[in-house]
């Protein structure tokens, strides 16, 4: 199960929901009809609509402020094969944890991956957390199976 939003409150009357995600792919899940989790049971969403940086959303054709209100503080996972990725993508979520090497010289582990202006970074921890810019330039492999990433030029940043 991959975490794709948080459900912080709701919004009016008529059962939206008011969700905010940093998801990186939110193109296949944030659409009508897709199958979400929370707390381990199925939903649909029903509908959805931006409003400022949030999606207010309605699960289950619930139009009531009343039958949502145990989603208050809720994560949305999606299974990963519901996304209907290609073999050779991957999300970056999916990189945390994964050990980074450089010339088989093991730099440290992923610790989380943050957002700014540029694209995403990675923030590796060994002895000290020094931070990867996600780009071709630094990225050269990721293998998934292996909990791997592989990086070139990188000397610099740590």
């Known amino acids: ?26 193109d296949l899940v944030f659409h009508e009809n897709q199958k979400v989790y929370i707390n381990g049971k199925e939903h649909i969403l029903t509908s959805l ?16 402020i ?38 088989e010289i093991y730099l440290g582990e992923i610790k989380e991956i943050g957002y700014n202006k540029s694209g995403y970074l990675l923030s590796v921890k060994k002895d000290k957390t020094f931070y990867i810019p996600f780009q071709d ?3 050269k492999k990721v293998n998934l199976e292996e909990k ?9 940043l740590w």
């Open 1 to 26: 199960m991959i975490v794709v939003g948080h459900i912080t409150t709701t919004h009016g009357i008529k059962g939206e929901l008011k969700c905010y995600t940093d998801f990186s792919r939110q």
């Open 49 to 64: 609509r931006t409003h400022k940086n949030h999606y207010l959303i309605t699960l289950d054709d619930l139009r009531d």
């Open 66 to 103: 009343n039958l949502v209100e145990d989603f208050r503080n809720q994560d949305i996972t999606v299974k990963r094969e519901d996304l209907k990725l290609d073999k050779e993508e991957y999300l970056i979520e999916e990189l945390e944890t994964c050990s980074v090497y450089e010339d």
């Open 137 to 139: 330039y630094f990225i």
């Open 148 to 156: 791997k990433v592989t990086v070139q030029n990188t000397k610099g």
